[in-house]
């Protein structure tokens, strides 16, 4: 991976980031140091660091792309509550064996799976 000083600066300023950063999060973060950075630079950036396999794509149902590192994390996944976006990471070794069994009932092979569940937080019902 070549990277020029402001690609490095992405790649640093979103592994620095341990939520689910989006490219107008990154850019905002960045353009504070490389003022004259563009936005095609940055999603271009976070394409090849996700080709790289360092992040991932993560899609909430609002139709705003984030990412999250893959490097050094336990795989997840997500609550997502519609009414305030607070997104909770869960773990479970349940969701991991579950594709697992589906995939090979089928004679699957799998190579990647997610689990986003939709609703309401706890906070947000107590609102109500
Ligand atoms: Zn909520
Ligand atoms: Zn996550």
């Known amino acids: 991976m070549l990277l020029s000083?402001?690609?490095?600066?992405?790649?640093d300023t979103f592994m620095?980031?341990?939520?689910?950063?989006?490219?107008?999060?990154?850019?905002?973060?960045?353009?504070?140091?490389?003022?004259?950075?563009g936005?095609?630079?940055?999603?271009?950036t976070?394409?090849?660091?996700c080709d790289a396999?360092?992040?991932?794509?993560?899609?909430?149902?609002?139709?705003?792309?984030r990412?999250?590192?893959?490097?050094?994390?336990h795989k997840h996944h997500h609550l997502i509550c519609t009414k305030c976006g607070r997104i909770i990471e869960v773990k479970s070794p349940e969701i991991e064996r579950l594709p697992k069994k589906l995939a090979s009932q089928h004679d699957f092979s799998a190579t990647k799976n997610t689990m986003e569940i939709f609703g309401i937080c706890s906070s947000c019902q107590s609102n109500t």
């Open 39 to 44: 936005l095609a630079t940055v999603y271009r």
């Open 5 to 11: 000083h402001q690609r490095e600066e992405i790649f």
């Open 53 to 65: 396999d360092l992040a991932r794509k993560v899609d909430f149902g609002d139709g705003v792309r």
């Open 67 to 73: 990412f999250e590192h893959k490097f050094k994390r």
């Open 46 to 49: 976070m394409r090849i660091i």
């Open 16 to 37: 620095k980031t341990r939520n689910h950063p989006t490219v107008d999060f990154l850019y905002d973060v960045i353009r504070k140091k490389y003022p004259k950075i």
